[in-house]
């Protein structure tokens, strides 16, 4: 009736937010809300997703993070939410990737990252090769060097190409300078 009211409200752990996005993600009319909050100073988030229905919010996904971001990985109109965090058994980090399948954010298989969740300097989305979206994530490798994980799909599974040894697709992308990636040429490849 003209005014703004209320419809919805969602409470969780945390002193702060971090970062909230809307993003398409469950293919029902608008946008669905990608909000992470700060849980303490440390390096450990909590992101939650959540939708709007006729009742309220339903929170879709609760998952601890380091880092995230949405991007289309599978190219099929819904934002992916991938979510980077430190692994208990390993220095490195690792990456998951919530995808909307059968009426759900599912998650699919965990891939390691080449560094620890805390020498992330940069991450950017585009396209790997034509067709296929990638998240590119530059972190601190060594003294004065950088690494570049890129994140996609394949054959439907998050893969870190430049880890990639079962599909013997590794990539090398460790450089003795900060020269993160980009697209250049404005050609949508990165």
Request: charged content about 20%.
């Amino acid at each position: 009736d003209g005014q703004y009211a209320q419809v919805a409200s969602a409470s969780g752990a945390g002193y702060g937010f971090d970062r909230v996005q809307y993003a398409e993600i469950d293919g029902s009319a608008g946008y669905e809300i990608v909000v992470g909050r700060q849980l303490s100073e440390q390096v450990t988030q909590t992101l939650s997703v959540y939708s709007l229905t006729e009742t309220g919010l339903t929170e879709l996904v609760n998952a601890n993070y380091s880092q995230f971001l949405t991007v289309d990985l599978d190219e099929n109109g819904y934002r992916d939410v991938v979510i980077l965090h430190a692994d208990g058994d390993s220095p490195n980090g690792v990456a998951e990737c919530y995808r909307w399948t059968d009426g759900q954010l599912l998650r699919d298989r965990e891939v390691r990252m080449s560094t620890p969740v805390t020498a992330i300097k940069r991450i950017i989305t585009g396209q790997m090769c034509q067709g296929v979206p990638a998240a590119f994530v530059a972190s601190e490798y060594g003294e004065g060097s950088i690494i570049t994980d890129i994140f996609a799909l394949l054959d439907g599974t998050l893969t870190n190409f430049t880890l990639s040894e079962s599909t013997d697709t590794g990539v090398k992308t460790v450089r003795d300078y900060y020269v993160y990636s980009c697209d250049i040429d404005a050609d949508g490849l990165i």
